[in-house]
């Protein structure tokens, strides 16, 4: 069966940097993309950006661009998500999903890391 | 920018039908997919593309779209289906969630 298994919760420092992963397995995993999508305290989803698991493409939200890098690591069947440079309103929980064709239907979720950025 | 707008909540009367709506530019190109979130819990994903639902989601859930449209409807709700409901499509940019509707079944 498909899985996404996330690494632990991160409780970082302002201006630091965070780095969290995500193991896929069940699938092929160069025949998908992940999207990382995140979750403030109360909030609504929000998404983060996109790669592409076969060639390494991304899509970055705007907002974001600069300070979020996604790669892969296809020997292990892995993305990681690093945010830099953290405030305290990029406390959130932060999932990493299966997208599915180009329509990017997330199929498939991680169970969810929570982030806390706080001095 | 593109934005998907929901209602931020809707009731309904046990057993009876509710109809979630997403507004948005993009979905006169791409279609909506929904997703269901209970608390402290990840999304699931309950209706996408044109009308399908994934294997293990019950037929009270079923999907539609017109002009900018997208809408969710649940017949015959359950108070198991009691959540955040959101929409999510493309956009030229990249991919959109909506704000998310908050189901209470009464």
């Known amino acids: 069966q498909v899985q996404l298994v996330q690494s632990g919760a991160e409780v970082k420092k302002p201006g630091a940097s965070v780095k969290v992963s995500c193991k896929a397995s069940?699938?092929?995993?160069?025949?998908?993309?992940i999207s990382w999508v995140r979750q403030a305290p109360g909030q609504g989803l929000e998404w983060m950006g996109w790669i592409s698991a076969y060639n390494g493409n991304t899509n970055y939200a705007q907002k974001l661009q600069g300070r979020v890098t996604m790669t892969t690591d296809t020997s292990t069947s892995t993305a990681y998500m690093e945010l830099r440079s953290l405030r305290s309103d990029d406390t959130a929980v932060y999932y990493c999903?299966?997208?599915?064709?180009?329509?990017?239907?997330?199929?498939?979720w991680g169970q969810g890391t929570l982030v806390t950025v706080s001095s | 920018s593109s934005e998907l707008t929901q209602d931020p909540a809707v009731s309904v009367a046990l057993g009876q039908t509710v109809r979630i709506t997403c507004q948005g530019d993009?979905?006169?190109?791409?279609?909506a997919s929904w997703y269901q979130q209970k608390p402290g819990q990840a999304p699931v994903l309950v209706i996408y593309?044109?009308?399908n639902r994934p294997s293990g989601i019950p037929d009270r859930f079923s999907g539609s779209s017109s002009g900018n449209t997208a809408s969710l409807t649940i017949t015959g709700a359950q108070a198991e289906d009691e959540a955040d409901y959101y929409c999510?499509?493309?956009?030229?940019?990249?991919?959109?969630f909506g704000g998310g509707t908050k189901l209470t079944v009464l």
């Open positions: 069940g699938y092929t995993f160069t025949s998908y993309g």
């Open positions: 999510n499509s493309r956009d030229s940019s990249g991919n959109l």
């Open positions: 999903a299966r997208d599915e064709g180009t329509a990017m239907v997330k199929d498939y």
């Open positions: 993009s979905l006169r190109s791409y279609y």
């Open positions: 593309g044109k009308n």
